[in-house]
């Protein structure tokens, strides 16, 4: 019969990639020799390595949507039901719920504010909150407590001048 380039000489890219894939070997069956299982006195050391796929039920789904509504972030979620930060957002995205911007709000936005505005710096404020550097900084400049990239240094300064607040 010959090579499918001899009969189709248009063929397109996809088709170009899975020839020369097939000539390769790389959808044969593994040519390994099967090796019994490492053994030892407890029994087989090493088994099947694969990952479980974590099912949400509905209810947990529903759930997931009322935790999130009342507050909870998505990454609370996400260690509560042992799922990706992904799969909590594309639950949330399927049952129409409106997603709250990243950051810092409420009494955690308020309590940042004013250690601010008591001279606590940045890390400080993370610290004492329990949120990173970046949302603090991007609340604060959200409020206009700072001016935007008031607390990075540009290429123009040197690494001895010293940046202050506004």
């Keep these: ?22 000539k390769r070997g790389v959808y044969r069956t593994s040519h390994r020799v099967s090796e019994p ?18 099912f949400l039920t509905p209810a947990q789904v529903d759930q997931i949507v009322d935790d999130y509504l009342a507050g909870a972030t998505v990454t609370d979620l996400a260690v509560k039901y042992e799922v990706h930060r992904a799969t909590i957002s594309r639950h949330l995205t399927d049952k ?17 504010v004013r250690l601010f505005r008591q ?21 604060l400049e959200r409020v206009r407590e700072i001016p935007a990239l008031a607390c990075r240094r540009t290429d123009k300064q040197s690494s001895n001048d010293v940046v202050t607040r506004r």
């Design 37 to 54: 299982p490492i053994r030892d006195l407890r029994g087989q050391v090493v088994g099947t390595i694969a990952t479980v796929q974590t």
């Design 1 to 22: 019969m010959g090579s499918l380039r001899d009969l189709f000489t248009n063929l397109s890219p996809g088709l170009n990639a899975l020839i020369k894939r097939w």
């Design 119 to 139: 001279g606590e710096s940045l890390r400080g404020i993370s610290r004492t909150i329990g949120a990173s550097r970046d949302s603090v900084r991007k609340t």
């Design 96 to 112: 129409g719920v409106v997603r709250r911007p990243a950051g810092l709000h409420g009494w955690e936005a308020a309590e940042a």
